[in-house]
C-alpha cells in the first residue's frame, strides 16, 4: 500500500503565496516522475507541474513563471511553490506519482487533494 498526502492547501489572495506538500508514504522502492494537477469547479483534472526523478521540471502555460515544483527525494516529498496567485488557480490540488513499489510493480498512485480557494 501506498499513500500520497497532500498538505497546504487553503485560502490565499490574488498576488499572494502558498506551498502545497505532498507526501508520499508506505510499500515505496523508488519513485520515479511526480506532479501536481489542479481540478476546478465544472472542469476536467489538468497537469499544473511534473518533475523527474532526475528533477527535470515542466510546467502548464498558465503556472509558469509563478509556481515552481520541486521534490526531496529521501524524504518522498514534492512541493509546489505557488506565487503571484490568482483567482482562476483556485481548484483542488492534486498530488500524482509513478513509482516502483517494495513488489517491484510500477504503478500510479493520486493524493485525495488539497482545496486551495484564491480571493481576489
Known amino acids: 500500500q501506498v499513500q500520497l498526502v497532500e498538505s497546504g492547501g487553503g485560502l490565499g489572495q490574488a498576488g499572494g503565496s502558498l506551498r502545497l506538500a505532498c507526501a508520499a508514504s508506505?510499500?515505496?522502492?523508488?519513485?520515479?516522475?511526480m506532479g501536481w494537477y489542479r481540478q476546478a469547479r465544472g472542469n476536467q483534472r489538468e497537469l499544473d507541474a511534473h518533475i523527474t526523478s532526475g528533477g527535470t521540471t515542466n510546467y502548464a502555460d498558465f503556472v509558469k513563471a509563478r509556481f515552481t515544483i520541486s521534490r526531496d527525494n529521501a524524504k518522498n516529498t514534492m512541493y509546489l511553490q505557488m506565487n503571484s496567485l490568482k483567482p482562476e488557480d483556485t481548484a483542488v490540488y492534486y498530488c500524482?506519482?509513478?513509482?516502483?513499489?517494495?513488489?517491484?510493480?510500477?504503478?500510479?498512485?493520486w493524493g485525495k487533494g488539497t482545496l486551495v480557494t484564491v480571493s481576489s
Open positions: 500524482n506519482t509513478d513509482l516502483f513499489d517494495s513488489r517491484g510493480n510500477r504503478r500510479d498512485y
Open positions: 508506505g510499500s515505496i522502492f523508488r519513485i520515479i516522475d
